[in-house]
């Protein structure tokens, strides 16, 4: 096989940007996949070049004039710029791939921009991928394995990639590392319900945190487990194996059923600073909260008592809310919150809004058989800007009355003290101030929906699901944001089909009937 020249481009950012928060941490958000393909390529004899792209550069003038083949990963915000940076690789020879969330939420869509889309990836799909190579227009090929693949290179193997992600992170840098994959809970909106859960090989993570210990006086990891920390004991013991307590900085997701107080000391001593647990709902998902029945006000007031009593170990506690949920009504779900927050003043709370990712969950498929999913641009679907459900109990604009008005608590002069003066712990404190800068944009954002629901002639229209012309409003976003990008976006990739998901399944049903 002739050696191929390849780019691999790991999409942090969904088009150029200078803001303090992209400076600081973008390259901190690098994903693992990337990285992996490119050690796989490498592995085969092929030169690779990688780029982690934060919104600070240049993509394009970080590649070689020509490359064979182009491989891509995003999230699905990122969609349109690499449907554009697909077209433009395309048109300098080289045959592209995507790979990451959205490859997996919407390989339909993508196929349509791209010759191969990924689904599952191990390393014989990179194989027959880099054998095959040929391209595939204007319908791409999707390529999936049966599952997650069992093993993934360690850190050190992939070292030479996160160093130079590193390189545009100026002060703190963190490594991804994954300890697991899937999950064992069922939460309906999540991707990963459905992959079952899976430990990857303890020796190599207890190799990759000594290796790491001789590149830093003191590493940050962050894990990438979608939740950590299921076998707690088989894990911390492996971590207490592999490096002296408390001498590398951990930033985990784990939901609360984990976090007791035995566990949380154990957590503490071996160097863990900051947990990030999804409670997303006060009515919902009592199970992986361990609330069991308990739900409203009881709710709360239980898991503010388990969160303060984290943040006597760790000094930086995320809590994920999701808004928009079939069983939220009314202003109770907003106001519980409110309440959480000054209960718990040291908790930085992070707000989604219920998204319908394509095939990322089964239950996607009852939202687009009620016909309640939107076609919102990729680029606003980050789960804050872009809620591409029609809420069940909600009219529009009350959904983002109740919002702004969260978010107009949660940044009064009164909460930033209190959350101010509950973090003991100066970095934390620092990292709540810069993290609240972006909340004065969403809540400006969230304001602009909100009038323009009253006075844009367009907007209800397409929120109601009454017509699919997307409002010049989101259009001139995008064109802003991807800058002289937007020339190479291909003609009609602002648009998808919301169903695309139910219409596959659809087909592969009569497919199935039709056979002998
Ligand atoms: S507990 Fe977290 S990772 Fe697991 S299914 Fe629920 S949301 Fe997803």
């Known amino acids: 096989m002739r050696k191929l020249k390849i780019g691999v481009i790991d999409l942090v950012a969904k088009g150029p940007t200078r803001n303090l928060w992209a ?3 973008h390259a901190n958000l690098a994903s693992i996949m990337p990285q992996t393909i490119a050690v796989w390529c490498e592995e085969e004899g092929h030169d690779v070049t990688f780029v982690c792209y934060t919104g600070l550069e240049n993509p394009i003038e970080e590649f070689p004039e020509t490359l064979d083949l182009v491989v891509i990963g ?27 969330p959205h490859a997996r939420c919407y390989p339909q869509d993508a196929q349509k921009y791209f010759d191969y889309v990924l689904g599952f990836t191990g390393k014989d799909v990179i194989r027959d991928l880099l054998h095959d190579c040929s391209p595939h227009r204007p319908i791409g090929v999707h390529l999936s394995a049966n599952g997650q693949p069992m093993t993934l290179p360690s850190v050190q193997e992939r070292w030479k ?16 590392m994954l300890g697991s994959m899937g999950c064992p809970y069922t939460c309906s909106f999540c991707i990963d319900s459905v992959v079952p859960y899976q430990p990857l090989e303890f020796d190599v993570m207890k190799a990759d ?20 920390g299921i076998r707690f004991d088989d894990y911390l013991s492996a971590i207490e194996d592999a490096v002296p307590p408390d001498s590398v900085d951990f930033i985990a997701e784990s939901s609360l059923s984990i976090l007791s107080e035995p566990h949380m000391k154990r957590l503490k001593r071996n160097g863990f600073k900051m947990m990030l647990p999804g409670i997303e709902s006060w009515q919902d998902f009592g199970n992986k909260s361990k609330t069991g029945k ?15 009593m984290i943040l006597r ?4 506690v995320q809590t994920n809310f999701v808004f ?13 919150t409110k309440h959480f927050l000054d209960i718990t003043p040291g908790a930085y709370p992070a707000y989604l809004l219920l998204t319908a990712y394509g095939q990322a969950a089964p239950l996607n498929l009852e939202y687009q058989r009620e016909g309640r999913v939107l076609p919102i641009p990729f680029y606003f679907l980050d789960s804050k800007r872009g809620m591409n459900m029609k809420p069940k109990n909600y009219t529009w604009e009350t959904f983002y009355d109740n919002v702004i008005d969260l978010i107009k608590h949660n940044i009064s002069w009164q909460s930033l003290f209190n959350g101010y003066k509950a973090i003991p712990h100066s970095t934390a404190r620092w990292l709540n101030v810069i993290r609240v800068l972006p909340w004065f944009e969403q809540l400006k954002y969230y304001r602009e929906i909100r009038r323009r629901l009253d006075v844009d002639p367009q907007f209800r229209p397409f929120l109601e699901g009454e017509t699919t012309e997307i409002p010049q409003f989101y259009v001139e976003r995008i064109r802003k944001s991807l800058g002289t990008l937007w020339e190479w976006l291909p003609e009609g990739a602002l648009y998808h089909d919301p169903n695309a998901y139910l219409k596959s399944e659809e087909n592969s049903l009569t497919q199935l009937e039709k056979s002998p």
Do not use: C
Request: glycine share 10%.
């Open 209 to 228: 945190l000594r290796f790491l210990l001789g590149k830093f006086k003191r590493p940050i990891v962050g894990w990438h487990d979608p939740n950590f």
């Open 294 to 308: 308990h739900s409203g006000i009881d709710k709360v007031q239980q898991i503010s008592e388990q969160v303060n």
């Open 324 to 336: 928009g949920l079939d069983i939220d009504e009314g202003t109770e779900p907003f106001g519980l």
């Open 74 to 100: 995003t999230f699905s915000q990122g969609a349109q710029l690499a449907y554009a940076l697909s077209n433009l690789f395309r048109s300098r020879g080289a045959v592209t791939v995507l790979g990451g």
């Open 23 to 25: 400076r600081t941490m």
């Open 313 to 316: 170990y760790v000094p930086y």
């Open 161 to 176: 990639f996160i160093e130079l992600s590193h390189r545009k992170a100026p002060w703190i840098k963190v490594v991804p």
